[in-house]
């Protein structure tokens, strides 16, 4: 198979960077649709390249862009983990919008799929609330949800980040965060455990420069509104009723509370009436796309694609 791995750039809502983005095609396969990656917090898109050339000989164009602070949508190193001085969980959004539009003008015709994991699932459900239109279906993949108790800390972020400023390492809060999500993992062998239980996957995410960074005071913040934006009761109702959803996680991922969160954010949806599939997998962690039974799940979701794509061409016949 031929596929064709592009990389390119384009401007940042922000005004002030060029965000990278990949492209994967299989020059030798018809295009069926586009499907578009919003990759998680400390990483980036290239983490993507098995999954997305999976995707492309299917018929899939693949696309997908590093996040404002990640990859090589960075101005310098020091930039790893800061989006933006006010509303950088804004501007991450609208930056998946600009890539979508840049796509979307290329392939008109073609269904569009946006899939995102961890924080690019909680950045894919607020495109999905404020775009959802354009879209065929949206799969969200290692999300969770924040307990309504907490949303007082977004206020308490504000205080300390106008005081000490974005640009500040939060290291001290990403070290406890590892350990609140290495807890339920007796004898870790690393502090990010939980990620994986691929030891070959934790490796390789240790051994990336671009991976495992802690984010600065101001990225942290963004993760925190933009999960409390998908948090609240009106975030499934502002999703449209009709969008194919598909929420997938590991069933022991410290981030979705090992499937609770996932299944609240169904709950969620089906009050709002929409009716998403959930799977969740036995012994899987947070890094579904990585773990060791990763071919099930890439069958999973092209099954789940295939079936949406299919309901499609018999809704226009």
Known sequence: MAIIHKEAYFNS??????????????????????????????????????????????????????????????NSLDDLGYMDDKNGHIRMV??????????????????????????????ARSYAAHFGKELAGAIFCG??????????????????????????????????????????????RTNIDWISTSEENLDRYIDDPLCGFNFKLGGTRDVVRILMEVSRKDWAQKVPQDLPIMLIS????????????????????????????????????????????????YNDIMKWLDGVLAARMEQSA
């Open 13 to 74: 809502s922000t005004g002030k960077n060029k965000i990278h983005c990949v492209i994967w095609e299989n020059n030798e396969v018809n295009p069926i649709a586009v499907f578009q990656i919003a990759h998680g917090m400390s990483e980036h898109i290239e983490r993507y390249d098995d999954f997305a050339c999976f995707l492309a000989d299917h018929g899939f164009i693949v696309c997908g862009n590093d996040h404002l602070g990640h990859g090589k949508s960075v």
């Open 94 to 123: 609208d930056d998946m919008h600009i890539l979508h539009n840049i796509m979307h003008k290329r392939y008109p015709d073609l269904p569009y799929f946006l899939f995102g994991h961890s924080m690019g699932s909680f950045l």
């Open 143 to 188: 999300t969770g949800e924040l307990p309504a108790s907490l949303e007082g800390i977004v206020s308490a972020f504000d205080k300390i980040v106008d005081k000490i400023g974005p640009h500040a390492n939060a290291d001290l809060l990403f070290k406890i965060g590892n350990g609140v999500f290495n807890a339920q993992f007796k004898n870790p």
């Open 250 to 297: 590991g069933a022991k991922d410290s981030v979705g509370f090992n499937g609770r969160g996932v299944l609240a954010v169904s709950d969620n949806l089906e009050l709002a009436g929409n009716e998403p599939t959930v799977i969740l997998y036995p012994n899987d962690r947070h890094e579904i796309l990585n773990e060791n039974d990763h071919e099930k799940i």
